[in-house]
């Protein structure tokens, strides 16, 4: 852990794709979480979802071997309604379109809590619930074009399980934005209500950031101002991690959030031991200069890892450019490093 100890003080966990898949754990993850306590790194789980209170993801964590209080769990839903608890008044009618702990979130900040439009509500709040239809949908509907304030907790179109992705609240999102013609206030990630809460519960002063979705996650790192750590257990993929626009660009890649137990020196994206990349008319060749050191994308740190290969490409191919590239292999081991990196399909 004594990658970390070089000046971050606190780690922000995303948790779906990150720390767990559904109702599972990603693997590592508990020794990870023990491991930076022991370390004296604050930790802070923040998560898109708002399908469940602090208490119920504190709980989930729990029974997965992960040690978590309801003070360590950070929702987009507490998020939210910390918006609109800073905007209206005690007792203002909000139309709430989500599950059960984001009604209790708004009554817990002193706000009345409706489910119908002629209860008149003065605004909208919207997070996942796998039990929103399509009455409550037009309820919502209608009190935004009369005019309700609107604040979503989050806009992520999928939601990783363990039984692959999944509609997220952002698909649900969608469907009011084109029956509404109107958009939301986010406030979870990529926007920064969400990460400036968590870095304040904590008080960090250098925190570092880590998820798996680079629209979100990590786009909203960069709009925090934080460094982050991608990683590739959930939802992002290395063809859209090296096309990535530049506010979307991690500081750090890792397989999962095991990449944290060593040194985090090791998981920067830049031109990494054993590999070379060059950038000619919009394609990047890699060449190997150490012998292949597997297909593992574990990332050990040492030359020829082929997770290596792929922060050489990035940090070459963002120095220069952006969008989608071309790839050229100057060798063997270049071509199994991109095959195992899932890039295979982008060589010419």
């Given at each position: 852990m004594s990658g970390l100890l070089d000046g971050y003080d606190a780690v922000l966990l995303d948790l779906d794709g990150t720390v767990v898949r559904g109702r599972d754990a990603v693997p590592g993850a508990a020794d990870v979480v023990a491991a930076l306590r022991e370390a004296d790194i604050a930790v802070q789980f923040i998560?898109?979802?708002?399908?469940?209170?602090?208490?119920?993801?504190?709980?989930?964590?729990?029974?997965?071997?992960i040690e978590a209080d309801p003070d360590d769990v950070l929702t987009s839903g507490q998020a939210a309604v910390g918006l609109l608890s800073a905007e209206l008044p005690a007792g203002s009618a909000v139309l709430v379109v989500g599950s059960a702990a984001l009604v209790a979130a708004v009554e817990e900040a002193g706000l009345r809590p409706v489910s119908t439009a002629t209860e008149q509500p003065v605004a909208v709040v919207q997070g996942?619930?796998?039990?929103?239809?399509?009455?409550?949908?037009?309820?919502?509907?209608?009190?935004?074009?009369?005019?309700?304030?609107?604040?979503?907790?989050?806009?992520?179109?999928?939601?990783?399980?363990?039984?692959?992705?999944?509609?997220?609240?952002?698909?649900?999102?969608?469907?009011?934005?084109?029956?509404?013609?109107?958009?939301?206030?986010?406030?979870?990630?990529?926007?920064?209500?969400?990460?400036?809460?968590?870095?304040q519960r904590v008080g960090a002063r250098c925190?570092?950031?880590?998820?798996?979705?680079?629209?979100?996650?990590?786009?909203?790192?960069?709009?925090?101002?934080?460094?982050?750590?991608?990683?590739?257990?959930?939802?992002?993929?290395?063809?859209?991690?090296?096309?990535?626009?530049?506010?979307?660009r991690p500081t750090f890649l890792g397989a999962d959030v095991q990449v944290l137990r060593g040194e985090l020196a090791d998981a920067r994206i830049a031109a990494r031991p054993g590999w070379d990349a060059a950038v000619s008319d919009g394609t990047v060749t890699l060449k190997g200069t150490a012998a292949l050191k597997g297909t593992s994308l574990k990332g050990t740190g040492t030359p020829g890892d082929p997770l290596d290969a792929l922060r050489t490409l990035c940090a070459a191919w963002w120095a220069v450019g952006e969008g989608p590239v071309q790839l050229r292999a100057a060798d063997d081991d270049a071509a199994k490093a991109l095959d195992a990196v899932g890039l295979g399909a982008l060589l010419e």
């Open positions: 998560t898109n979802n708002a399908s469940r209170s602090p208490d119920e993801v504190a709980e989930h964590l729990g029974e997965l071997g996942h619930s796998p039990q929103t239809g399509w009455a409550l949908l037009a309820e919502a509907c209608i009190a935004i074009r009369g005019g309700a304030r609107w604040i979503a907790s989050n806009v992520d179109r999928t939601l990783p399980t363990e039984r692959g992705l999944l509609p997220g609240n952002g698909a649900m999102v969608a469907a009011l934005v084109a029956a509404t013609d109107r958009t939301p206030t986010v406030a979870g990630k990529p926007e920064r209500p969400l990460l400036d809460a968590a870095v925190p570092l950031m880590v998820g798996d979705r680079i629209d979100t996650d990590i786009a909203g790192a960069r709009a925090a101002g934080l460094d982050s750590l991608a990683v590739l257990s959930g939802v992002a993929d290395p063809a859209a991690l090296l096309s990535a626009p530049p506010a979307q």
